[in-house]
């Protein structure tokens, strides 16, 4: 029988190795509290790449490491490096060296930057498709204007940048190619609205403050994983599902894993219409109204959370159902959560809801207790070139 004390000595030699220390593969000792939160571990998708330190030569690695069911989203791990060297912004005719100018292109690109910057754009940024926008090694904030715009495209990957202070965008001319500048109406101001685009993966992000939503997975999108990003001063956080009556987003499938939804929060984390979520090893804390809500019969799945409820008697449920016509056979469930300060979660339905991923798409999702651990890197990375992230 291993001790205790060999385990944590174990732990820690191998925390400061080259290789990498996986969480789950401590999950049969059942350590107590204090032990696992005291350990330095990564989950599944840090575990992949963060302990290299040729990361920043071997950038387009990264791709190789979402799980769920964003897992197949190559971005532009196919294309050229981009290198952006120039924060400003026109949405109609893109300079070179501006990130606008990136995302439009046809062919693929994986997409970096030369320095810290803020970029204020003019309206919102319209991407293509077989783009990253990967902001490892600077710090690169989207703010104070429009934000991102993921329609009718596929494979892209936002990793490592903040997008906060978001606002509508408004109604002119923007370019989504180089041989197309079309008429927008305006966005709603949402950080990230994900529409009718599929393979698409969200990682570690700050994501804060915006006119409508964090993020939006609407209009048919699937095959969605967001990952390692730290939420927090916003009312509707995240949606997934365009309307109760858009029975398209039945095919909508989203992986919602390690990420920390954190202070001031208001609810939405997610809210689901229709389609499928699987909501895995995420921290909760402080909610002022629910943490997980549907309508229109969703499934949703929580498993391996960490729910602290607030104070407030009236916010301990984690769930909240929008209903007119009944909702004891939704499937909604929870395996593995932890509930604190008196937290809850209405379960519902009957059968079977795992997420039925593919081997490629499959990750051991830890107990709750281990989330504090495994979201404690939550956010963009502070990554230096020549050594581990």
Not at 319 to 342: A, P, Q
Request: proline share 4%; aromatic share 10%.
């Amino acid at each position: 029988m291993v001790s205790l004390t060999t385990l944590l000595w174990l732990s820690c030699l191998l925390a400061n190795s080259a290789s990498t220390l996986v969480a789950y593969s401590l999950d049969s000792y059942n350590l107590p509290k204090p032990a696992v939160s005291s350990l330095k571990v990564m989950n599944v998708i840090d575990s992949c790449w963060r302990a290299k330190s040729n990361w920043a030569v071997n950038r387009k690695a990264l791709a190789d490491c979402v799980v769920g069911f964003g897992k197949g989203t190559l971005g532009g791990k196919y294309g050229a490096i981009y290198v952006v060297t120039d924060p400003s912004d026109d949405p109609i005719n893109p300079k070179l060296g501006t990130l606008r100018y990136g995302v439009i292109q046809t062919n693929p690109l994986w997409i970096i930057f030369a320095k810290d910057m803020v970029i204020r754009l003019k309206n919102e940024l319209i991407m293509n498709s077989f783009k990253t926008i990967d902001g490892r090694g600077a710090k690169v904030e989207i703010a104070n204007g429009p934000c991102i715009t993921i329609q009718g495209v596929s494979h892209v990957i936002i990793h490592g940048i903040s997008i906060h202070d978001c606002k509508p965008g408004k109604s002119g001319q923007v370019r989504s190619s180089p041989d197309h500048v079309g008429r927008r109406g305006g966005s709603d101001g949402d950080a990230i609205d994900i529409f009718a685009s599929s393979y698409v993966w969200v990682d570690h992000c700050y994501l804060a403050r915006a006119a409508d939503g964090l993020i939006d997975v609407i209009h048919a999108s699937t095959a969605v994983t967001i990952s390692n990003n730290y939420f927090e001063q916003h009312d509707k956080v995240m949606l997934l599902g365009h309307n109760d009556q858009f029975t398209a987003d039945k095919i909508m499938k989203v992986t919602i894993a390690f990420n920390h939804f954190g202070p001031g929060l208001i609810e939405r984390m997610p809210r689901v219409r229709i389609g499928y979520a699987h909501v895995a090893n995420n921290r909760y804390e402080d909610w002022k109204m629910y943490a997980i809500g549907g309508s229109a019969n969703p499934t949703i799945f929580s498993e391996g959370n960490y729910f602290m409820a607030s104070n407030d008697q009236n916010t301990k449920e984690v769930t909240k159902r929008e209903s007119y016509g009944g909702w004891k056979s939704w499937k909604w469930r929870t395996s593995k959560d932890v509930f604190l300060n008196g937290a809850y979660f209405v379960p519902s339905g009957y059968g079977s809801c795992a997420p039925n991923y593919s081997r490629a798409q499959s990750f051991v999702v830890a107990p709750g207790a281990m989330v504090p651990a495994l979201t404690a890197n939550a956010g963009p990375l502070s990554c230096v070139v020549g050594k581990a992230c």
